[in-house]
C-alpha cells in the first residue's frame, strides 16, 4: 500500500523525496478522478452544443479594469497557504515527517514564509491585471456555453460532494463521530460516496437552473463522467488501503510475512482467526457483534489458476488507516496489515466502474431522448453498489426484518428512479 506518494515513488523507483509525504495518495486519486470528470463532461458537452441540444448565454464583462480586488485577496490567501505549509514542510521537517497529514491540518507552519508569499502572489496578481488595464473600461457581451461552466461545476462538486460523503458517514457511523469529532470530521478518510453523489447533484441543478443550462442534456452528460471519476477514485481506495474492503475470504490466511496463502482447510483458517479474534470484535464496523469466529463476516472463494492471488484475498500492507497489526520489518506510522485476507473490492469497483463507463460512452450517442441516458447511469451504478455491498464490511440497519446497509438501499433507490426517469423521458424528442 502506498499511504502518500513517497511510499510509490520509494518503492516502485526506489527514489526517497521527503516532500512527496505531504501528498495523499488517496487525494492525488480524487484529483486525478475529478479531472478525468472534467473531461468526460467537456466533450460531451461539446458534442451536444454542436448538436444543436445545449445553447449558449449572454453575459456582459468589463475590460481593462484591472485585477478585481476579490482576485487579490484570492491570490494573497493562496500564496499564504504555499508559503505557510509548503516552505514550512523544509523548515520544521521534524514535525512534518512524523506525521504530514496531521502537520497539514494543524496550526503548524512558517509563518513568515506565508506573509512573503502572501505578498508575492498578491502584487503578481496586480502588476498582470494593471498591463492590460485601460484608462476607459469597456464593457463586452460574451457568450458562455455550458462546456465553458465546466471548470465551475467540477469545483461545486467537489466541495459538495466532499462534505456530503463526510456528512453521511458520519450519520452512518454515530458513535465515531461522538467519540471524536475533530478526527471524524476533519479526516480524509472515511467518505460516503453517495453522500457525496446526492449532495453534488443537488448543487449542479442548482447551478444549472442559475445559469439556464438544459437540465436533462446536462445530467446525460454528467453520466459517463461520474462513472469515470468513480472508478478512477476506487484506485485511490485500493492503492491507500482507506478501509473500503471487503469481508474476508476464509479460503485464503496470511503467513508470516502477511501475504495471502491458500489455507490447508477449514480449521487453518479458524485457528488463524481465533488467533486474531479480539481485532474482529472491534472491526467489523457496527455491522454485528463478534463473539466466535462463526460471527466473523467471511466467504470461501479460491482464485482461478490464471489470476494472482492479491486479486480475491488481500491484506493490504501498509494502509493508510494503520488498521491491523504490525508489518514484520516495517516501524511507525503506517506499518500494520490486516491480520486474515480479506476481497479487494475498491480494486472490483475500479475495472466495473470503468466497464459501465465504457458501455455509457459507447450508448451517449446512440441515445438521443434526454435523460435517458441519465436513467440508465442510475440504474448501472445502483446495481454495481448493490452487488458490491454483498462482500463488503458495511454498518447495517434494521428495516423489515432485513439487515441492508446505507448503501444498499440508496442502491435500490437509484435504481427505481432510474427506471422511472427512461420510461418517463424515452419518447422524449431531443
Not at 449558449?56 to 504555499?82: C, K, L, R, Y
Not at 521537517?93 to 508569499?117: H, T, V
Not at 481506495?237 to 479460503?251: I, K, R
Not at 464496523?285 to 472463494?301: M, P, R
Amino acid at each position: 500500500m502506498y499511504p502518500n506518494l513517497y511510499f510509490f515513488l520509494k518503492e516502485v523507483f526506489g527514489v526517497e523525496i521527503q516532500f512527496f509525504k505531504l501528498i495523499n495518495t488517496f487525494g492525488f486519486l480524487v484529483a486525478l478522478a475529478f479531472l478525468s470528470a472534467a473531461w468526460a463532461l467537456t466533450t460531451e458537452l461539446k458534442r451536444r452544443q454542436q448538436a444543436g441540444w445545449l445553447g449558449f448565454t449572454e453575459t456582459q464583462i468589463t475590460v481593462g479594469d484591472g485585477a478585481p480586488m476579490s482576485d487579490i485577496i484570492w491570490n494573497a490567501f493562496f500564496g499564504f497557504i504555499i508559503g505557510f505549509k509548503f516552505i514550512g514542510f523544509f523548515t520544521d521537517k521534524e514535525n512534518a515527517l512524523a506525521d504530514p497529514q496531521a502537520f497539514l491540518l494543524s496550526g503548524m507552519g512558517n509563518l513568515p514564509a506565508g506573509i512573503l508569499a502572501a505578498i508575492a502572489f498578491a502584487g503578481w496578481r496586480w502588476y498582470s491585471g494593471n498591463k492590460t488595464k485601460l484608462s476607459k473600461p469597456e464593457k463586452r457581451s460574451i457568450r458562455i456555453w455550458p462546456s465553458d461552466r465546466v471548470g465551475d461545476m467540477i469545483v461545486l462538486a467537489a466541495v459538495f460532494g466532499f462534505g456530503g460523503a463526510k456528512l453521511f458517514h458520519n450519520f452512518e457511523n454515530w458513535e465515531e463521530l461522538v467519540a471524536d469529532p475533530v478526527n471524524a470530521l476533519l479526516s480524509f478518510s472515511g467518505l460516503t460516496f453517495y453522500g457525496g453523489l446526492i449532495c453534488a447533484g443537488a448543487a449542479i441543478v442548482w447551478y444549472a437552473r442559475k445559469h439556464k443550462i438544459n437540465l436533462w442534456h446536462l445530467v446525460d452528460s454528467f453520466g459517463p463522467a461520474l462513472m469515470l471519476a468513480y472508478a478512477v477514485g476506487r484506485i485511490g481506495c485500493q492503492v491507500a488501503g482507506d478501509g473500503d474492503w471487503g469481508v474476508a475470504n476464509s479460503a485464503y490466511v496470511a503467513d508470516e510475512q502477511g501475504k495471502a496463502v491458500l489455507a490447508s482447510s477449514p480449521k487453518q483458517w479458524n485457528d488463524s482467526a481465533t488467533v486474531h479474534l479480539n481485532y474482529f470484535k472491534r472491526a467489523q464496523h457496527g455491522v454485528k457483534e463478534v463473539n466466535t469466529t462463526a460471527d466473523i463476516l467471511h466467504t470461501s472463494y479460491v482464485a482461478p489458476s490464471f489470476l494472482p492471488t492479491w486479486m480475491v484475498a488481500y491484506t493490504y500492507p501498509n494502509n493508510v488507516l494503520s488498521e491491523g497489526i504490525p508489518v514484520p520489518g516495517y516501524e511507525g506510522q503506517w506499518s500494520n496489515r490486516l491480520p486474515m485476507p480479506v476481497f479487494p473490492t475498491p480494486f472490483y469497483e475500479t475495472v466495473m466502474g470503468l466497464l459501465l463507463f465504457a458501455g455509457l460512452w459507447f450508448l451517449r450517442s446512440r441515445i438521443f431522448a434526454p435523460g435517458v441516458l441519465f436513467g440508465v447511469y442510475l440504474i448501472m451504478n445502483g446495481t454495481e453498489r448493490f452487488l458490491i455491498e454483498k462482500i463488503r464490511v458495511n454498518t447495517t440497519n434494521e428495516l423489515l426484518g432485513f439487515h441492508p446497509s446505507q448503501a444498499e438501499l440508496i442502491a435500490l433507490a437509484l435504481i427505481l428512479v432510474g427506471v422511472g426517469v427512461i420510461l418517463y423521458k424515452r419518447k422524449a424528442k431531443a
